[in-house]
């Protein structure tokens, strides 16, 4: 450090004599005086300053040794985003694991509560927003016959559009899968869920003020998975294990007691949440439910049903149509009598369309 500054005095001093000789010739003397005047009190400063360096050194020695053992370079963003790269993929593995584990435990926290607080729903949300299938699961799973606290946790999902968006389609494949769904969560368990469970949870949902954009989005795959299901719990006598379950519904929400009716029920609520509340009130007036209700007369209801929702719901009963074709290959007898039906009702008003666009053959 002392031959450091010392190092730099001399490049000043040269530096200051190469200055100096450019000085008029008038103040040369008073330049030297100057200039000896400097020079002393750089020299007292050089001493100064290595002193101060020596002592410096002198008490820091350990706090330098302590600082200079870490050497690690700080991780520079690129490094940091490799990091997480090769982390990612278990850690999301270990947490997509622990996801029914939360539900289950949110569901548990719930049953001693009035209403879901504000943290809670911002878990449930984010949770079917993330992982949709295990939260449906395992919800359906813990909770089949939905109590007072999985009502509430369905009713939370059902006021975020996009939580309800992703929770539709797995609802909508245990609807499909009649009596019971296998289910297997991200934790490995093996369980079966009652296609009516998820039925009761839209019944549910629908009544959801919020739920409105995602029940359109899905509206024509609902219809389909509510009319299989009344048109099978009409048609066939539902096995033992469903009819104690649909007992212990009945019991906790006051249902009707035959699932079928119930199945109706949620249709017009389906329907409501649509605006259609029109083809509620002329199917009540044509009798068209409670044709609906009766096996020899069910396809007939269909039609009427598809006649009444044509008049205002023509691109709703296309889609409809179109999921119909794909469930004719059901291995269902009983289901496609009433499914032609709607289609038959559609096809016609299509052939009438297709028909008026022609020009007039005859003056």
Not at 330 to 342: K, S, V, Y
Request: hydrophobic share 40%; net charge negative.
């Amino acid at each position: 450090m002392t031959e450091h500054v010392a190092i730099t005095n001399n490049d000043n001093e040269e530096t200051q004599g190469l200055k100096t000789t450019g000085t008029s010739p008038d103040s040369l003397e008073h330049s030297e005086d100057s200039e000896v005047a400097m020079n002393d009190h750089r020299a007292k400063a050089d001493m100064a300053m290595t002193e101060d360096v020596a002592i410096t050194n002198a008490n820091t020695a350990e706090t330098q040794g302590l600082a200079n053992t870490d050497t690690t370079p700080t991780p520079t963003l690129s490094q940091e985003l490799i990091f997480d790269y090769f982390k990612e993929p278990c850690v999301s593995s270990h947490q997509q694991q622990q996801v029914p584990a939360k539900v289950e435990n949110i569901h548990q926290s719930l049953m001693s509560h009035v209403s879901v607080d504000a943290r809670l729903q911002t878990d449930i949300v984010r949770l079917a927003e993330e992982h949709p299938a295990d939260v449906v699961l395992t919800l359906l799973c813990c909770a089949p016959t939905c109590d007072r606290a999985a009502a509430m946790m369905w009713k939370a999902i059902g006021t975020s559009g996009p939580a309800l968006e992703n929770a539709l389609p797995t609802l909508l494949c245990v609807m499909e899968d009649w009596p019971l769904h296998r289910m297997c969560t991200s934790d490995g368990d093996n369980k079966d869920v009652f296609a009516l469970a998820a039925t009761l949870v839209i019944w549910l949902i629908v009544q959801v003020p919020e739920c409105h954009k995602a029940i359109i989005l899905y509206s024509s795959r609902l219809f389909v998975a509510l009319l299989f299901h009344v048109v099978i719990t009409t048609q066939q006598m539902p096995p033992e294990e469903v009819d104690n379950f649909w007992s212990a519904c009945q019991e906790k929400h006051r249902l009707p007691s035959k699932p079928n009716r119930f199945v109706v029920q949620a249709m017009k609520a389906l329907l409501c949440r649509l605006q259609c509340d029109h083809v509620v009130v002329a199917m009540e007036r044509k009798c068209g439910w409670d044709m609906l209700l009766c096996a020899y007369t069910q396809h007939y209801a269909v039609g009427l049903l598809a006649r009444e929702m044509l008049h205002a719901l023509i691109p709703l009963c296309s889609r409809i149509a179109l999921h119909l074709l794909r469930q004719l290959s059901r291995e269902e007898p009983c289901w496609d009598l009433p499914a032609l039906a709607f289609l038959v009702e559609v096809s016609l008003l299509v052939s009438a369309s297709s028909l008026s666009c022609l020009p007039a053959l005859c003056p």
